[in-house]
């Protein structure tokens, strides 16, 4: 599944001479050395789209990560800005409170997973506008169940829990351990299935 380039013209059925052997090390390695140029270039492009080239040398390479990427700390001030409660009890249902409470005695680890749970991406971006986080209510559903998510929607479908005991463990039940986001694997059978 190889290809071929040809390092100079008509070379291709041309047999490399002993005084020729310096000049085809040289173009054999630019050849190699620039076979992802476009490649680069595509990245590079989506890249700008991103984060102007302009200031990347003002930047560290942490400032960098930030611009791209997100913090790697969750910061609750920021997710609590852009999360739009939509349980049945408004703001004095307990639920709010009890999830706030949770992700408060949460680890930054834990923070992530519940991000990548309701988001898909495990970091708040750095510019938030525009960004919302609905937590609404799973009507039908108890104690027994676990919450769902909707990462396109960025959604959190909560049950009618009686406690915040038990939100705090299905809660860390949920994004320690469903990881097929809106059901990835059901098209094609279940994990490990051929």
Known sequence: G?????????????PVSYEERGEYVRLAVQARLSEF???IEAMRGGFASNVPTFVLPLLTHREL??????????????????????LDGGES??????LWATLEEFTNDERQQF???????ERLPRDTSGLQLEVRTQASHGDEHLPSSHTCF?????????SQ?????????????????DTDFA?????GED
């Open 37 to 39: 140029d476009r490649a």
């Open 187 to 191: 098209a094609r059978g279940g994990i």
């Open 93 to 98: 249902d307990p639920r709010m409170a009890w």
């Open 65 to 86: 990560m930030v611009r791209v990427c997100g913090e790697v700390t969750v910061d609750l001030d920021i997710l609590k800005s852009i999360v739009k409660n939509k």
């Open 154 to 162: 960025n959604a959190l479908d909560m049950p009618r829990y009686t």
């Open 115 to 121: 991000l990548g749970f309701v988001w898909g991406r």
């Open 2 to 14: 190889g290809y071929v380039t040809e390092l100079v013209k008509g070379g291709l059925g041309k």
């Open 165 to 181: 005991q038990v939100l705090r463990d299905k809660l860390r039940y949920a994004i320690a351990h469903c990881k097929a986001i």
